[in-house]
C-alpha cells in the first residue's frame, strides 16, 4: 500500500510538471520600473527598466528585448525569487514616439500663377513612425496673381510632435518656352583619369549601366580598363506597377560575361510594403534562372519626390529594404542597399548593416559610414559606350 501512494504522488509530481508556485506581487515593495516611456524602435532589454527595490531579489525571466514596434501601453511579466519564492509582477510601460517629422528638400519654391495642386506637396516630409502625416500651412498667398509669399509650414505626427519650416513660395507666369536644350557642355570625367587618380590593390574600378547606356562594346570597356559592371536587371516605373525586364539586361548580361568582367544587378524598386519587396526579389531570383554572380544584387529605391504620396515611415522603408535584400540572402545570393549620402544619413539606418552602394558624386566623399561600392560621377566617357555612364570603385 505504502508503494502504491509512492507511485500515485510521483505520477502527480510528473503530471503537474515540479513547478514552483509562483506568487502574485501586488506591491511596490520588492520591483518596480526605473522609467516607464520607452522610445518606439529603441534597443531596450527587460534588465534595463528593472528597480530591484529588495537587493535578495533574483530575477528569473530572461533579459530578451522588449518589442517597442508599436507605441501605446505595453503589460511586461517579470517572475522573480525571494526567500525562495517565486513572484509574478506585471510591470505597465509606454511605448512612445518623441522624435518629430523631417523634412528632407528644399523650402524655395516656384508655381505657375493659378497653380491649383497641393501646396503641401510642395515640400517633401517625413517621420520615423507615422506614414499619415498631417501638413498646416499659414500665411497669406493668392495663386492667382504673380509674386513672393513667406509661409510657415507645421507638420504634425500621430504623437502631436511638430516640425516648423519657412517656406518661400514664388507665384511666376506661365513660360511657354519648351526649348530645354542647353548651349552649356559639362565637363566629362574620363574613366582612364579616374583609373590613374584612384585605382590601387586594394580597390577595383567599373560602371552601371542600364536601357540608357544602348549597345554597349564590353570588350572595349574592358579593354579601356574596367573590371567589374553593375547592370538593371529591372524596374517599376510606377507605384503598385508590375515589374519590368530592362530591354538590355539579357544582351549585356552575356556580352560582359563573354568579355571576362565580374557582374553585379540591381533592381530599381518602389515597393512600399515589405510582401512587396519580398516579392521583387523573388521576381529578380527567378529572371536570374540559376545564373552566378560575381557582385550583390542591389536594392535602388529613390524615388523620394513623391515619398508624401506612399503614406510610409521612415522604419517601413528600412524594413522593405531589409525584407528584399534578406530574401536575397535566403536565396544564396547577397544583397546590398544603393542610396545616396544624403539618404543614407538621413533616413536609412545603420543597424540593418546593409553592404551600401554609395551614390555621391565628388572627387572624395565625405560620408562616414561603410560602403562596399562608390559611385563617384554619372558623366563618365568611356571606350564602348556611346555617352554618358556611371563610374564606381568596388574595395576589396
Same mark, same amino acid.
Given at each position: 500500500?505504502?508503494?502504491?501512494?509512492?507511485?500515485?504522488?510521483?505520477?502527480?509530481?510528473?503530471?503537474?510538471?515540479?513547478?514552483?508556485?509562483?506568487?502574485?506581487?501586488?506591491?511596490?515593495?520588492?520591483?518596480?520600473?526605473?522609467?516607464?516611456?520607452?522610445?518606439?524602435?529603441?534597443?531596450?532589454?527587460?534588465?534595463?527598466?528593472?528597480?530591484?527595490?529588495?537587493?535578495?531579489?533574483?530575477?528569473?525571466?530572461?533579459?530578451?528585448?522588449?518589442?517597442?514596434?508599436?507605441?501605446?501601453?505595453?503589460?511586461?511579466?517579470?517572475?522573480?525569487?525571494?526567500?525562495?519564492?517565486?513572484?509574478?509582477?506585471?510591470?505597465?510601460?509606454?511605448?512612445?514616439?518623441?522624435?518629430?517629422?523631417?523634412?528632407?528638400?528644399?523650402?524655395?519654391?516656384?508655381?505657375?500663377?493659378?497653380?491649383?495642386?497641393?501646396?503641401?506637396?510642395?515640400?517633401?516630409?517625413?517621420?520615423?513612425?507615422?506614414?499619415?502625416?498631417?501638413?498646416?500651412?499659414?500665411?497669406?498667398?493668392?495663386?492667382?496673381?504673380?509674386?513672393?509669399?513667406?509661409?510657415?509650414?507645421?507638420?504634425?505626427?500621430?504623437?502631436?510632435?511638430?516640425?516648423?519650416?519657412?517656406?518661400?513660395?514664388?507665384?511666376?507666369?506661365?513660360?511657354?518656352?519648351?526649348? *530645354?536644350?542647353?548651349?552649356?557642355? =559639362?565637363? @566629362?570625367?574620363? %574613366?582612364? #583619369? +579616374?583609373?590613374?587618380?584612384?585605382?590601387?590593390?586594394? /580597390?577595383?574600378?567599373?560602371?552601371?549601366?542600364?536601357?540608357?547606356?544602348?549597345?554597349?562594346?564590353?570588350?572595349?570597356?574592358?579593354?579601356?580598363?574596367?573590371?567589374?559592371?553593375?547592370?538593371?536587371?529591372?524596374?517599376?516605373?510606377?507605384?503598385?506597377?508590375?515589374?519590368?525586364?530592362?530591354?538590355?539586361?539579357?544582351?549585356?548580361?552575356?556580352?560582359?560575361?563573354?568579355?571576362?568582367?565580374?557582374?553585379?544587378?540591381?533592381?530599381?524598386?518602389?515597393?512600399?510594403?515589405?510582401?512587396?519587396?519580398?516579392?521583387?526579389?523573388?521576381?529578380?531570383?527567378?529572371?536570374?534562372?540559376?545564373?552566378?554572380?560575381?557582385?550583390?544584387?542591389?536594392?535602388?529605391?529613390? *524615388?523620394?519626390?513623391?515619398?508624401? =504620396?506612399? @503614406?510610409?515611415? %521612415?522604419? #517601413? +522603408?528600412?524594413?522593405?529594404?531589409?525584407?528584399?535584400? /534578406?530574401?536575397?540572402?535566403?536565396?544564396?545570393?547577397?544583397?546590398?542597399?544603393?542610396?545616396?549620402?544624403?539618404?543614407?544619413?538621413?533616413?536609412?539606418?545603420?543597424?540593418?548593416?546593409?553592404?551600401?552602394?554609395?551614390?555621391?558624386?565628388?572627387?572624395?566623399?565625405?560620408?562616414?559610414?561603410?560602403?562596399?561600392?562608390?559611385?563617384?560621377?554619372?558623366?563618365?566617357?568611356?571606350?564602348?559606350?556611346?555617352?554618358?555612364?556611371?563610374?564606381?570603385?568596388?574595395?576589396?
Amino acid at each position: 500500500m505504502k508503494r502504491k501512494f509512492s507511485i500515485i504522488i510521483f505520477i502527480c509530481l510528473v503530471l503537474s510538471g515540479c513547478k514552483e508556485k509562483i506568487y502574485e506581487d501586488n506591491t511596490n515593495d520588492n520591483i518596480d520600473l526605473i522609467m516607464n516611456n520607452i522610445e518606439v524602435y529603441s534597443d531596450t532589454y527587460l534588465y534595463d527598466i528593472i528597480d530591484l527595490k529588495n537587493k535578495n531579489i533574483e530575477i528569473v525571466s530572461d533579459n530578451k528585448l522588449i518589442n517597442t514596434e508599436k507605441i501605446g501601453q505595453k503589460d511586461i511579466e517579470v517572475i522573480y525569487k525571494l526567500e525562495n519564492k517565486k513572484y509574478s509582477r506585471i510591470l505597465n510601460i509606454i511605448i512612445v514616439d518623441n522624435e518629430a517629422p523631417i523634412v528632407f528638400s528644399g523650402t524655395n519654391k516656384s508655381v505657375n500663377v493659378d497653380y491649383d495642386g497641393d501646396l503641401c506637396n510642395l515640400i517633401t516630409y517625413g517621420d520615423n513612425y507615422d506614414g499619415n502625416l498631417t501638413c498646416k500651412i499659414e500665411g497669406n498667398y493668392d495663386l492667382s496673381k504673380i509674386g513672393t509669399y513667406n509661409l510657415s509650414y507645421t507638420i504634425s505626427d500621430s504623437s502631436n510632435n511638430n516640425k516648423e519650416v519657412k517656406v518661400t513660395l514664388n507665384v511666376k507666369e506661365k513660360s511657354n518656352n519648351t526649348n *530645354n536644350n542647353t548651349t552649356a557642355q =559639362s565637363k @566629362k570625367t574620363q %574613366f582612364i #583619369d +579616374i583609373l590613374t587618380k584612384y585605382k590601387n590593390d586594394n /580597390n577595383e574600378i567599373g560602371i552601371d549601366v542600364s536601357k540608357w547606356q544602348g549597345k554597349i562594346d564590353f570588350e572595349k570597356v574592358k579593354n579601356a580598363g574596367a573590371t567589374f559592371v553593375m547592370m538593371r536587371i529591372g524596374v517599376q516605373k510606377g507605384s503598385k506597377e508590375e515589374l519590368e525586364i530592362d530591354p538590355y539586361f539579357e544582351e549585356n548580361f552575356k556580352n560582359a560575361r563573354a568579355s571576362g568582367l565580374k557582374v553585379g544587378v540591381y533592381l530599381y524598386s518602389i515597393a512600399t510594403s515589405k510582401e512587396e519587396a519580398i516579392n521583387h526579389a523573388k521576381w529578380v531570383i527567378e529572371k536570374l534562372n540559376g545564373e552566378k554572380l560575381d557582385l550583390p544584387i542591389v536594392f535602388d529605391w529613390e *524615388n523620394w519626390s513623391k515619398w508624401n =504620396s506612399y @503614406k510610409i515611415s %521612415f522604419h #517601413d +522603408i528600412n524594413m522593405i529594404a531589409d525584407s528584399f535584400i /534578406n530574401t536575397i540572402k535566403d536565396n544564396n545570393y547577397e544583397g546590398m542597399l544603393y542610396s545616396s549620402k544624403f539618404y543614407l544619413e538621413t533616413i536609412w539606418e545603420n543597424k540593418l548593416e546593409f553592404p551600401i552602394w554609395l551614390a555621391h558624386y565628388t572627387d572624395k566623399t565625405t560620408y562616414s559610414g561603410n560602403y562596399k561600392i562608390w559611385q563617384l560621377c554619372n558623366n563618365g566617357r568611356i571606350d564602348g559606350i556611346n555617352g554618358d555612364v556611371d563610374i564606381n570603385i568596388m574595395y576589396n
